[in-house]
């Protein structure tokens, strides 16, 4: 499959109707399918392609990175931005290298501290490693004001404390 990774930005076409700025944006809309359907089809046809490191040294990988729920929440991250920021002009895909690919995958890439270092090149470890430890958190502490729902604020709820 050949995506369409976008193009240069043209302007749309806007008429002078009452509804002309919804009908473009509906437009853009139906116009921007996605290049790749699945994370998979993204890792196979675009990502992998693009990545070539010397694995071993301080780079590792896993054949089966869809075995890590890590694995797949970078991926899916990555594919999710990619997406979005092909469509961003002349600097949407310089974004999303420098603020999503890079920095996730050094984290999946990292040999001392990746969710991939239990596994070899060409061998999934299914031992793997182990999630962080964690306790339940106190009775109630979730039903406070700041965690109640997500929301635009930027002190995640923890002023209140």
Partial sequence: MSAD?????????????????????????????PA??????FF????????????????????????HPEGISRIVAMWTAFEHLRWEGALGMSTWWLHHADPHLSVLMSKDGGPFSACKKDAHNPNGLPSLPHHPAPAGLWEAA????????????????
């Fill in 146 to 161: 700041g965690y109640a729902e997500p929301s635009e604020s930027t002190d995640f709820g923890l002023n209140g404390r």
């Fill in 5 to 33: 990774l976008g193009g240069p930005w043209t302007p749309p076409e806007l008429d002078d109707g009452p509804d002309s700025g919804e009908s473009v944006q509906q437009e853009e809309e139906e116009e921007r399918a």
């Fill in 44 to 67: 196979t046809e675009f990502l992998a392609p693009h990545i070539q490191r010397r694995l071993g040294g301080s780079y590792t990988w896993c054949p089966e990175w869809w075995s």
């Fill in 36 to 41: 790749f359907q699945t994370p998979e089809e």
